[in-house]
T-cell receptor, first 112, second 114 residues
Framework: EDQVTQSPEALRLQEGESSSLNCSYT??????LFWYRQDPGKGPEFLFTLYSAGEEKEKERLKATLTKKESFLHITAPKPEDSATYLCAVQAYTGANSKLTFGKGITLSVRP | GAVVSQHPSRVICKSGTSVKIECRSL??????MFWYRQFPKQSLMLMAT?????????EQGVEKDKFLINHASLTLSTLTVTSAHPEDSSFYIC??????????FGPGTRLTVT
C-alpha cells in the first residue's frame, strides 16, 4: 500500500527565515510526486510535479526536490502570504486511473 | 486553463435528507473524476473514482449506496449524499483528470448536516 508521511505537522517561521518541509513516501512504482498548497476552506492548488530522483523544480520562493525515498519543499525567505497547508501526494503506475495518495499536510505559519 | 468548479460551495441540510454536489470541468474534458473528503486538520481521503459512462469505483470503507456518484458526461460528475447524518459533515473536494494523469482540483463544498 502506498504511504506518504509529512513532517513536521506544523511549522512556524519568522518572515525571511528559510526552511524545508519533508515528504517521505513508499510507493510501488512512482509515476509522480505532487506538491499542493491548500488555504483554509479551499481546494488544493497545484505547485509542482516531480517524476524522477534528482529532479528539481522552482517557483518564486519555493523549490521542490526528489530522491528515491523523499521529497523536500524548500522555502526561501518566506513571507506571511506563504502561510498555508502544504500537501504532498504520490501517484503510482497502477492501472489507468491516476489515483493520488496524500500525506496529512504541513501547516506553515509565517509571522511578519 | 484546467479549471474545475463545484456547486454549491456550502450547504446545510437536515439529518435524513439527501444533498447533491456538482463537479464540472470548465475548459477540458475529464475522462476521470475523483471525489475526496477532508475532515478538519486531516488530509484528503479518496472516496471514489469515476470514469465517464461507467460505474464508480469506491475505496474500501466507503458506502456506495450512501454516496451515489454519477459521471454523466465528460464535464460533469455529481456526488449525492443520501440520508445524511451529522457524521457526514465534512469538506468534499472533487478533482478531474484528462488523459494526462494530472489532477485538477475544485474549490470544495462544505457540507453541514444538522
Amino acid at each position: 500500500e502506498d504511504q506518504v508521511t509529512q513532517s513536521p505537522e506544523a511549522l512556524r517561521l519568522q518572515e525571511g527565515e528559510s526552511s524545508s518541509l519533508n515528504c517521505s513516501y513508499t510507493v510501488s512504482g512512482l509515476r509522480g510526486l505532487f506538491w499542493y498548497r491548500q488555504d483554509p476552506g479551499k481546494g488544493p492548488e497545484f505547485l509542482f510535479t516531480l517524476y524522477s530522483a534528482g529532479e528539481e523544480k522552482e517557483k518564486e520562493r519555493l523549490k521542490a526536490t526528489l530522491t528515491k525515498k523523499e521529497s523536500f519543499l524548500h522555502i526561501t525567505a518566506p513571507k506571511p502570504e506563504d502561510s498555508a497547508t502544504y500537501l504532498c501526494a504520490v501517484q503510482a503506475y497502477t492501472g489507468a486511473n491516476s489515483k493520488l495518495t496524500f500525506g496529512k499536510g504541513i501547516t506553515l505559519s509565517v509571522r511578519p | 486553463g484546467a479549471v474545475v468548479s463545484q456547486h454549491p460551495s456550502r450547504v446545510i441540510c437536515k439529518s435524513g435528507t439527501s444533498v447533491k454536489i456538482e463537479c464540472r470541468s470548465l475548459d477540458f474534458q475529464a475522462t476521470t473524476m475523483f471525489w475526496y473528503r477532508q475532515f478538519p486538520k486531516q488530509s484528503l481521503m479518496l472516496m471514489a473514482t469515476s470514469n465517464e459512462g461507467s460505474k464508480a469505483t469506491y475505496e474500501q470503507g466507503v458506502e456506495k449506496d450512501k454516496f451515489l456518484i454519477n459521471h454523466a458526461s465528460l464535464t460533469l460528475s455529481t456526488l449525492t449524499v443520501t440520508s445524511a447524518h451529522p457524521e457526514d459533515s465534512s469538506f468534499y473536494i472533487c478533482s478531474a483528470s484528462d488523459d494526462s494523469y494530472e489532477q485538477y482540483f475544485g474549490p470544495g463544498t462544505r457540507l453541514t448536516v444538522t
